[in-house]
């Protein structure tokens, strides 16, 4: 049972340009949350899908930021138009539930850099 | 002020030590905690969960104490495998965490 998969692992882009983070979530699970991590920061949370539904997304900045969580096909976190400030390491979790009590799997994130 | 507070370190332990880390969180409302480990900027991954009877796991034991709004993480006999960064999670509702920025263990032979 494959664990919650990311893609890239590591992704360079140049300021102005787009950036496309892939998650995969654990087998059988439908929640899927996007955190980051800033250089010697903890993880702060971004947002929170459900198939085809964006249930929170209170940690987004409000623009060049998107995500999305088709009924097939992995999550998408869309960072448009990067800027240096956008550098950190992005990872993904996915749960079976909601219970808070439910541990979360996280993938091996992405580290996006911004030159 | 941060929503969980803990202290970063770091603890430079020698092996066989018993260390311990605190971690503190603002949000009356928090109803899940967490230790996670992290090593070396990659994936966290799940420790233990933490209750307020406190619970063991190992050489791993995690107490909270809600009337304080404290969490705490003691690691008794100390590996170098314990190496990593410790981040206290909390929860309030479904599984959006919240974590402290995390405290780093170096353990040495």
């Known amino acids: 049972n494959a664990g919650v998969m990311q893609n890239p692992r590591h992704l360079v882009r140049r300021r102005g340009q787009e950036a496309r983070l892939r998650c995969s979530p654990m087998?059988?699970?439908?929640?899927v949350y996007w955190y980051r991590q800033l250089p010697e920061e903890g993880l702060k949370f971004m947002v929170y899908?459900?198939?085809?539904?964006?249930?929170?997304e209170s940690g987004m900045p409000k623009e060049r930021f998107s995500a999305e969580f088709p009924k097939e096909g992995p999550s998408i976190l869309r960072i448009q138009q990067v800027v240096r400030g956008d550098s950190a390491a992005y990872f993904c979790?996915?749960?079976?539930?909601?219970?808070?009590?439910?541990?979360?799997?996280f993938g091996n994130g992405t580290r996006l850099t911004v030159t | 002020r941060k929503e969980v507070e803990q202290d970063p370190g770091p603890f430079n332990v020698p092996e066989g030590a018993t260390v311990a880390f605190n971690c503190t969180y603002s949000n009356s409302a928090s109803q899940s905690f967490f230790w996670y480990r992290q090593d070396c900027r990659k994936e966290p991954k799940l420790l233990m969960s933490v209750y307020s009877s406190g619970n063991e796991d190992g050489r791993f034991t995690a107490q909270l104490n809600r009337a304080s709004q404290y969490i705490s993480l003691l690691i008794r006999d100390s590996k170098l495998s314990d190496s990593a960064t410790y981040l206290c999670v909390v929860s309030r509702y479904g599984n959006k965490l919240v974590f402290g920025a995390g405290t780093i263990l170096r353990v040495k032979s």
């Open positions: 979790a996915s749960s079976p539930t909601t219970a808070s009590n439910s541990p979360l799997h």
């Open positions: 899908l459900q198939k085809e539904n964006i249930i929170d």
């Open positions: 087998k059988g699970h439908s929640h």
